[in-house]
């Protein structure tokens, strides 16, 4: 029963930064909105380089739910920990570091924006950022099957 405790308050402590991290990324379309407000002709600080960067971004961007495949996999099959606190470390560490590899498309796109001035492809970051932060939201029964595994095994 402690470790019901246990998995609860460290999941509720991760959401509660989870959901701060989130609400920090509303900033950048509040920003993008007060820039084209302000400047309706804005095109961005160094167009030319946008241009070139680009598919860059894009390419990045197509790449991080992979990123994020990977790395969950790699944090958590690497030793095993028998600590129950430990597991909930692990289990949180993946958590915030999902959240901020799903992230990075949209603060491309917001640069993006910044250097070319090209707010649709940063709208477009935007969602897909949140899709990927959906996708991969972590959800206490996975929580819950990771400790009974770790248990088991």
């Known amino acids: ?35 084209r407000m302000s400047n309706p002709s804005f095109s961005g600080f160094a167009h030319q380089t946008a241009s070139q960067v680009r598919d860059f971004i894009y390419g990045i961007a197509i790449i991080s739910p992979l990123c994020i495949r990977t790395m969950r996999k790699a944090i958590l099959k690497h030793g095993r920990p028998s600590d129950l606190n430990a597991l909930l470390s692990k289990l949180a560490t993946v958590a915030i570091l999902t959240v901020l590899v799903a992230e990075i498309p949209a603060i491309l796109g917001f640069l993006l924006f910044l250097l070319g001035g090209f707010y649709k492809e940063f709208y477009i970051a935007l969602a897909y950022s949140v899709l990927v932060i959906l996708a991969y939201f972590p959800r206490v029964n996975q929580w819950e099957k990771s400790l009974t595994s770790s248990v088991v095994n």
Do not use: H, N
Request: hydrophobic residues 55%.
């Open 1 to 35: 029963m402690e470790m019901q405790g246990d998995l609860k308050r460290a999941y509720e402590k991760s959401i509660t930064f989870l959901w701060a991290m989130i609400a920090a990324l509303v900033l950048c379309p509040i920003t993008v909105e007060i820039v």
